[in-house]
């Protein structure tokens, strides 16, 4: 909505705007380009037009809905996931990425799954089981293993600490 309202402030014509990305309808001049590239900054969002980073960030965001908004309902592996949604070979968009970001998709991946399953903790609305199988984990031994290795401690550690440490997304 915010983006919308800064487009439409500036007269610009658009088509969907959806997370991550704005479809404009006509040609923006170099003029019109730096005043919505200034207007997105002053709301907090920053204006993305390399292609290279576009990917990266489509990467990203497709990582970001997979682990928070799935419910464990896609059965794919992440590499033919991402390579449906791109199409773009694997291999191309695992170098892109890692020359980007300066991390793998898979540590990306796996660092979204571990904040997510914090907030899952802290929440405490479902047990260690029923984040397993919504963050895809073939066992609850196998989550506990890969939360340990990220943050030096159990989940059960983890949920009875007075201040929770999250990163964000």
Not at 90 to 104: A, D, Q, R
Request: with cysteine.
């Amino acid at each position: 909505m915010l983006v919308k309202n800064e487009l439409e402030k500036l007269g610009i014509k658009y088509g969907t705007v959806e997370l991550g990305e704005v479809e404009l309808l006509d040609e923006l001049s170099p003029e019109m380009m730096s005043n919505l590239k200034g207007a997105l900054e002053k709301i907090g969002f920053e204006m993305i037009d390399d292609k290279k980073n576009i990917i990266v960030d489509k990467i990203s965001t497709i990582i970001i809905e997979m682990v928070n908004f799935s419910d464990g309902q896609i059965k794919t592996n992440l590499s033919d996931y991402l390579c449906e949604k791109l199409n773009y070979s694997y291999t191309y968009l695992s170098n892109l990425f890692s020359e980007v970001k300066g991390t793998t998709i898979e540590q990306f991946y796996l660092t979204q799954k571990i904040e997510k399953i914090k907030e899952l903790l802290v929440y405490d609305q479902l047990n260690l089981t029923e984040i397993a199988w919504r963050l895809q984990y073939s066992s609850v031994a196998y989550l506990s293993s890969q939360f340990k290795k990220m943050t030096g401690m159990t989940p059960t550690r983890f949920k009875q600490l007075k201040s929770h440490h999250r990163s964000p997304i």
